[in-house]
C-alpha cells in the first residue's frame, strides 16, 4: 500500500479499522475466487488438457460418424456385424461359410448369425414385464394422492359454505328469476311468469 491515502468523500470518514476488514475481505474473495478457477479447470478440462498433451485417457467414447451396431425393431439390419474381431475358431468357421451351405451343422449356422447379430427379431420384440412396473408405480402414487386429499379433506379444509346448501341455491334462484336476470338468453329466458314454472 505505502503512504497512499484512499481517496475519501468529505462527508465519510473511513477508520483503520474499517480499512483493514475491506482488506480482509479483498484478499479473502480473491483466494476463494483463485480456488473455485482453479478447482474448476481442473475438474471440466483435466481430461481434455491431457488428451491435447498426448497423454493416453481411459475414456469410452462413442464416434458417431463411424458406422455402429444396435438392435432395433424398425432398423433389423444394422450397418456392421455383431462380432468385429474374431478370434481363430470364428475365423475358420467363417472360411466354412464360404462354401456350401449344405455342409455346414445347425449349430454352425446359429453361430455364424450369432456372428452378424446379436439377437433375432424375435427376441427384440419379445414383450416385457415392464408395464407391471410402470402400473404397479403409477397406482401406487394415485393410492398416495387418494390419501393426501383424504387428509386435507379430514383436515386442512373447513366445512363446506352455506352458500352451497340446497336451501340457499333455490333462495339463490327465486331472486334471480324476480330479479329477470339475464332476460334475453340467460335463467330468465327458461321460466314462464305467467304459470309461475319452469318452462
Not at 52 to 74: F, I, M, T, W
Request: net charge positive; proline share 5%; aromatic share 10%.
Amino acid at each position: 500500500m505505502g503512504n497512499e491515502t484512499p481517496a475519501r468523500l468529505p462527508h465519510v470518514r473511513t477508520t483503520s479499522r474499517a480499512q483493514s476488514l475491506k482488506l480482509k475481505m479483498l484478499a479473502s474473495q480473491a483466494v476463494m475466487r483463485g480456488l473455485q478457477r482453479g478447482l474448476w479447470r481442473a475438474l471440466s478440462t483435466g481430461r481434455c488438457v491431457q488428451a491435447a498433451h498426448g497423454k493416453e485417457v481411459s475414456a469410452d467414447v462413442l464416434d458417431c460418424s463411424q458406422p455402429q451396431y444396435c438392435n432395433r425393431l424398425d432398423t433389423p439390419l444394422p450397418d456392421i456385424p455383431f462380432v468385429r474381431s474374431l478370434n481363430a475358431e470364428q475365423k475358420k468357421l467363417k472360411e466354412k461359410e464360404k462354401g456350401p451351405w449344405t455342409k455346414l451343422t445347425k449349430e454352425e449356422k446359429l453361430a455364424l448369425y450369432r456372428l452378424s447379430y446379436e439377437l433375432t427379431y424375435a427376441e427384440m420384440s419379445k414383450s416385457s414385464n415392464e408395464w407391471k412396473t410402470v402400473i404397479g408405480a403409477i397406482l401406487y402414487f394415485l393410492g398416495f394422492t387418494g390419501l393426501v386429499v383424504w387428509w386435507q379433506r379430514l383436515y386442512v379444509y373447513g366445512d363446506v359454505p352455506q352458500t352451497l346448501s340446497q336451501e340457499w341455491v333455490e333462495k339463490q334462484t327465486k331472486r334471480m328469476l324476480d330479479m329477470r336476470t339475464n332476460p334475453v338468453q340467460g335463467i330468465s329466458t327458461h321460466w314462464d311468469y305467467e304459470k309461475n314454472q319452469w318452462k
